[in-house]
């Protein structure tokens, strides 16, 4: 518990400057950090601590946008909107 404190103290302290770094490369980054305080944390173990505590960042999820209805050609009517197809190659 006391080395789950430190790690979070040393986490929260690096995330108000980088509020969206991930865990990968908070690792990296606090590598020295760890090593001053004498805390011995793995990268599966921090994303344990991390995720107990609901501090992992997750990504945006962006949906694709696949019509461009404004574009430069022209849209012809639908001209068979009101028609009742009755038998094959009708339309």
Partial sequence: MKIEQ????????RRKSLPREGVRKLMKSLKHDFKKQHVKVGRDSLFNVLREHKMLTLRKKYSARTTNSHHRFYKYNNIIKNLEVTRPNQV
């Fill in 6 to 13: 430190q790690v979070l103290n040393i986490v929260r302290k």
